[in-house]
């Protein structure tokens, strides 16, 4: 079975640092590009970053730009999600995602982790 | 505020067909596959439709899409009380080289 498990998250202050992991399991991890994709207390789905399978590409929304960075260790297959920077507005719970139907479908999901960002 | 457009709500009794709709531009829907995706606040969203109209194994064929130009549709056939939750439309933007997730529906039965 194909399996995300996320984890990392913490509570932080604004300002901080923090570093998420994504551990995959039940499939070839190195052949697919990963995503990150957030929710927010009370809010939809946002997308956060893309990954693409030899990490040459990385994408950012708009709103992490310059502070977030992406990375994978296709030999632990694992993937990474480095937080500088955090804001109040980052508090969110973030699921990793394995970019597996079609172009860009989703495919499979973690159960998330959730990252508090507060004074 | 999103790049996409979807109705915030829509709901239908149990057996009854819901629509939603979701609006883009040429550089997000006009040029590149949407998916639709489920999601109840708590566990882990749920690709529903890759691809403009594909549905994954295990989805049932009660769910159905279409795109047309800029603009695309999710259908729910036979509704039923496990489909309450909220439905996303997605697709890459060229113009700003990241993936983009309508606002969300809730769908209620």
């Known amino acids: 079975e194909e399996q995300l498990l996320e984890s990392g998250g913490d509570f932080v202050q604004p300002g901080g640092s923090l570093t998420l992991s994504c551990a995959a399991s039940?499939?070839?991890?190195?052949?697919?590009?990963m995503s990150w994709v957030r929710q927010a207390p009370g809010k939809g789905l946002e997308w956060v970053s893309l990954?693409?399978?030899?990490?040459?590409?990385?994408y950012f929304a708009d709103s992490v730009k310059g502070r977030f960075s992406m990375s994978r260790d296709n030999a632990r297959n694992t993937l990474y999600l480095q937080m500088n920077g955090l804001r109040v507005d980052d508090t969110a719970v973030y699921f990793c995602?394995?970019?597996?139907?079609?172009?860009?479908?989703?495919?499979?999901w973690g159960q998330g982790t959730t990252v508090t960002v507060s004074s | 505020q999103s790049v996409l457009t979807q109705p915030p709500s829509a709901s239908g009794t149990p057996g009854q067909r819901v629509t939603i709709s979701c609006s883009g531009t040429?550089?997000?829907?006009?040029?590149?596959?949407v998916n639709w995706y489920y999601h109840l606040p708590g566990t882990a969203p749920k690709l529903l439709i890759h691809?403009?109209?594909q549905r994954p194994s295990g989805v049932p064929d009660r769910f159905s899409a279409s795109k047309s130009g800029t603009s695309a549709s999710l259908a729910i056939s036979g509704l039923q009380s496990q489909d309450e939750g909220d439905y996303y439309c997605?697709?890459?933007?060229?113009?700003?080289?990241?993936?983009?997730f309508g606002p969300g529906t809730k769908v209620s039965v």
């Open positions: 995602a394995k970019r597996g139907a079609g172009p860009y479908g989703m495919d499979v």
């Open positions: 039940g499939f070839t991890f190195s052949r697919f590009p």
């Open positions: 990954i693409s399978t030899n990490t040459v590409s990385t």
């Open positions: 040429s550089s997000n829907i006009g040029s590149n596959p």
């Open positions: 691809s403009n109209s």
């Open positions: 997605a697709a890459w933007d060229d113009s700003l080289s990241g993936y983009v």
